[in-house]
């Protein structure tokens, strides 16, 4: 006899964000993420895209650092906005296979690059340890 074995403190199931076609195809076919970002502002990915640029700028400076935090703050915000529509209470899993759910998941992720290089050690250890409780396969 096979036993499954069942989470009994009863984790919420994944959250799965939306999808958004019109943004994803503006930043697929290269348009700047700040229009792309102005033009669908909900959308998390754009904001990634953004803070990416700026901690990838050559020579980068504090400004792109502290440009590339905002940026991620607000796709981390506007990405909280999006899972609590979907029906995450504040944990549970948000897995990074589910395209969708990348751009809050890579905010999250400049958010902690850019908290660790201004030295704001709680903000990017509470950041690490949100990407572990979202996606665990993600070895953040």
């Known amino acids: ?19 958004t076609p019109e943004a994803d195809a503006e930043l697929t076919a290269g348009n700047p993420p700040a229009e792309v970002a102005a033009h669908h502002p909900t959308v998390s990915a ?8 700026a901690l990838t700028r ?14 991620a703050r607000t796709g981390y915000h506007r990405g909280l906005d999006a899972l609590r529509r979907n029906g995450w209470k504040g944990h549970g899993p948000v897995p990074w296979s589910h395209e969708p759910n990348r751009g809050f998941l890579r905010c999250v992720i400049a958010l ?29």
């Open 58 to 71: 050559p020579e980068r400076v504090l400004s792109d650092t502290v440009e590339a935090y905002a940026y």
């Open 112 to 140: 902690a690059k850019a908290a660790e290089a201004i030295e704001e050690t709680e903000e990017a250890e509470r950041c690490t340890q949100l990407l572990r409780d979202c996606d665990p396969s993600m070895g953040a």
């Open 46 to 53: 754009a904001w990634a895209a953004l803070a990416e640029e």
């Open 1 to 19: 006899m096979t036993h499954t074995h069942q989470n009994l403190l009863g984790e919420p199931p994944a959250t799965l964000l939306p999808a």
